[in-house]
C-alpha cells in the first residue's frame, strides 16, 4: 500500500522552465521530508517541514506543507541541468517514535539543456 | 567521518544462495533502517533498529533477517536469493527517533539470477 503518491513520476523540461512536484496523501504525518538521489548514490536531505502551512525555501526551490499536513509540493524556479535526478518526498508518522519514513515513489526530473 | 558505509557495492548471486549486506556508521546514531528501491516504487523499509539491542519488521520484511551487531553496525541477510529480491539496497540511520533526519549509504545492487 502506497500512502504516499508522487506526481509526476516522469518529468522533462528544458532549462529556465518552472516545475512542481506533488506528494499527496489521506494520512496525517508528523513531518515531510524531501530527499533528492543522483543516480548511484543514496538519498540526500533536501528539507523537513513541519507545521501545517509552512513555507520553505531553499535558494531556487520552495517546498510547501500542506494545512492538514497531509500533502506537500516542491516547486523549482528557473530549472538547470544541476537540478537533474530523483526527488522522494518521505513522511514520518507521529506515533510509535521509531523514526520510520513512508516514502512516495519519486519523481525523476531531467533538465535539458 | 565516514558517515554511513555499506559492503558490498555489488552483488550477483545465484537462486538459492545466501550473503550477508553490511553496513556501519560513524556518527554514534542510536537507529538504523534497511530499504530496498526497484523502479517506481520508492524506498521500502524492509527493517529498522530503533536501539542498539532491537530490531523490528518494516513492510517487506519476507526473505530477510537482520543482526544489530552493536550500536555502529547493522547487516542484512538474504538466507536464500529469489530472483524477486533483485535490488538496491540501501541502509540509513538516524541520531534518535526524536529526530527527522536519515542519513543514506550508498546502497548495494543485488542481481539474483
Known amino acids: 500500500t502506497q500512502l504516499l503518491e508522487q506526481s509526476p513520476q516522469f518529468l522533462s523540461i528544458q532549462e529556465g522552465e518552472n516545475l512542481t512536484v506533488y506528494c499527496n496523501s489521506s494520512?496525517?504525518?508528523?513531518?515531510l521530508q524531501w530527499y533528492r538521489q543522483e543516480p548511484g548514490e543514496g538519498p540526500v536531505l533536501l528539507v523537513t517541514v513541519v507545521t501545517g502551512g509552512e513555507v520553505k525555501k531553499l535558494k531556487r526551490l520552495t517546498f510547501q506543507f500542506g494545512d492538514a499536513r497531509k500533502d506537500s509540493s516542491l516547486h523549482i524556479t528557473a530549472a538547470q541541468t544541476g537540478d537533474t535526478g530523483l526527488y522522494l518526498c518521505?513522511?514520518?508518522?507521529?506515533?510509535?517514535?521509531?523514526?520510520?519514513?513512508?516514502f512516495g515513489q519519486g519523481t525523476t526530473l531531467q533538465v535539458k539543456p | 567521518n565516514a558517515g554511513v558505509t555499506q559492503t558490498p557495492k555489488f552483488q550477483v548471486l545465484k537462486t538459492g544462495q545466501s550473503m550477508t549486506l553490511q553496513c556501519a556508521q560513524d556518527m554514534n546514531h542510536n537507529s538504523m533502517y534497511w530499504y530496498r528501491q526497484d523502479p517506481g516504487m520508492g524506498l521500502r523499509l524492509i527493517y529498522y533498529s530503533a536501539s542498539e539491542g532491537t530490531t523490528d519488521k518494516g513492510e517487506v520484511p519476507n526473505g530477510y533477517n537482520v543482526s544489530r551487531l552493536n550500536k555502529r553496525e547493522f547487516s542484512l541477510r538474504l538466507e536464500s536469493a529469489a530472483p524477486s529480491q533483485t535490488s538496491v539496497y540501501f541502509c540509513?540511520?538516524?541520531?534518535?527517533?526524536?529526530?527527522?533526519?536519515?542519513?543514506f549509504g550508498p546502497g548495494t545492487r543485488l542481481l539474483v539470477l
Open positions: 518521505a513522511g514520518a508518522k507521529s506515533s510509535g517514535n521509531t523514526g520510520k519514513l513512508i
Open positions: 494520512s496525517v504525518f508528523s513531518s
Open positions: 540509513a540511520s538516524l541520531h534518535s527517533v526524536w529526530q527527522e533526519t536519515q542519513y
